[in-house]
């Protein structure tokens, strides 16, 4: 996850972060990336089941019941586990989380558990009455899928309409006073989308926007061959870093993010570093304090049936079940040999990600896409559009 305007736009100094002792039990939800040390964020796919049919679904998810999915007692021992484990944010997901009708009491128990609780959703059944409720509840934020705006959107979600009840969902958590924010993934056929999406965060006021790279996983796959090319990828990363920027410069700021791509980070140094060199120095020990991909660390995921993985699009490898044994338990269990190298992947990846000067800000990206592409679980992430030049200093 990168912070486009809290890096680019200067809304983040490293000394806001030491001031909390970069503790994650300590740290604001705004800074959690930086801290040192990594109690992860999970990622629960409460459902599989999904109202609609996303093109680049990484759950393939259906419209139909799913007999293996953890019950609401279940579901809040995971949650009391994850609470008493350090994990400071449980992050909703799906499927279409909103389909599961114990979804309320299951966020009021993260809430009273102490954790900051965090929906993520494809808008289309926030009603007015759904959204008071998780206003009166204590959700920290709801994060609504657009991946584009009327008929594009529509025909990546499936589903005729959905954008204007996605946006109506947005109006409807704005209405109830809940921080509400669009969540976007870029392919190569909706990446025109993103100068519209700017205009409709700042039409309707919407606060965040967090600007996904594509993970091959599960339906996402199909799309793998029309992915950016690495030129057109920088091209809509200048773009974002252009129109964030002019947002500050008319006094509308808002949150802008980049997520699953962390040669982003790298890449917005280098272009600072020729702009405005002190505030890039301060950005580096950002980068640094961040450390690139998490997977396995500082990010974890557990699936409807319980099943914990690294992320939430790593779905073929599984470390253990929370039906039997505790995610925290799980999650330090380190005689899984894949899990202890993904505490430290650094020493494991190879290619161009092995002799790379930006490996500790980077992390080595994603593995999910190098297998996905190569087979190899350490093989070079075949999204980082870092030229050769780039990752050998010679620029």
Excluded at 168 to 186: H, L, P, S, W, Y
Aim: charged residues 25%.
């Amino acid at each position: 996850m990168i912070g486009i305007s809290k890096l680019y736009c200067g809304g983040v100094e490293p000394s806001d972060v030491l001031r909390y002792g970069a503790q994650s039990d300590r740290l604001p939800s705004h800074l959690l990336q930086f801290s040192s040390d990594k109690r992860p964020v999970v990622v629960w796919n409460a459902t599989r089941r999904c109202n609609l049919r996303c093109v680049h679904c990484y759950s393939s998810s259906q419209n139909r019941l799913y007999g293996d999915e953890l019950s609401t007692g279940e579901g809040k021992a995971l949650i009391a586990d994850l609470a008493s484990f350090g994990s400071s944010v449980i992050l909703f997901s799906g499927g279409e989380p909103l389909m599961r009708e114990d979804l309320p009491e299951l966020v009021r128990f993260a809430v009273d558990s102490g954790m900051r609780a965090v929906i993520s959703t494809n808008g289309t059944l926030i009603t007015k009455e759904i959204a008071a409720t998780f206003a009166n509840i204590g959700l920290s934020y709801m994060g609504v899928s657009l991946d584009g705006t009327g008929e594009i959107h529509d025909r990546f979600r499936g589903v005729k309409g959905a954008f204007d009840a996605a946006v109506r969902g947005i109006r409807n958590c704005q209405d109830a006073g809940i921080k509400v924010g669009a969540r976007f993934t870029i392919t190569g056929e909706n990446s025109g989308e993103i100068p519209a999406v700017f205009d409709l965060i700042e039409k309707e006021n919407i606060p965040r926007v967090c600007f996904y790279h594509l993970v091959y996983s599960g339906r996402g796959s199909s799309l793998m061959e029309s992915d950016l090319p690495h030129a057109q990828t920088r091209e809509v990363i200048d773009l974002i870093m252009d129109r964030t920027r002019d947002l500050f410069d008319r006094g509308m700021p808002k949150e802008i993010l980049t997520v699953d791509n962390h040669a982003d980070g790298p890449y917005l140094y280098l272009r600072l570093l020729k702009e405005n060199p002190k505030r890039a120095a301060e950005v580096l020990k950002l980068l640094e304090m961040n450390e690139g991909n998490s997977s396995g660390r500082g990010i974890g995921c557990v699936s409807w049936d319980g099943r914990v993985h690294a992320d939430q699009f790593w779905r073929d490898i599984s470390f253990g079940n929370v039906k039997e044994r505790p995610f925290s338990e799980i999650w330090l269990d380190t005689s899984n040999e894949l899990m202890a190298r993904l505490k430290d992947k650094k020493r494991y990846v190879t290619g161009r990600c092995a002799e790379c000067r930006w490996l500790d800000v980077c992390g080595g990206n994603f593995r999910a896409r190098a297998e996905a592409v190569a087979g190899d679980i350490w093989a070079p992430d075949p999204a980082c559009y870092l030229t050769d030049e780039e990752i050998r200093g010679a620029v």
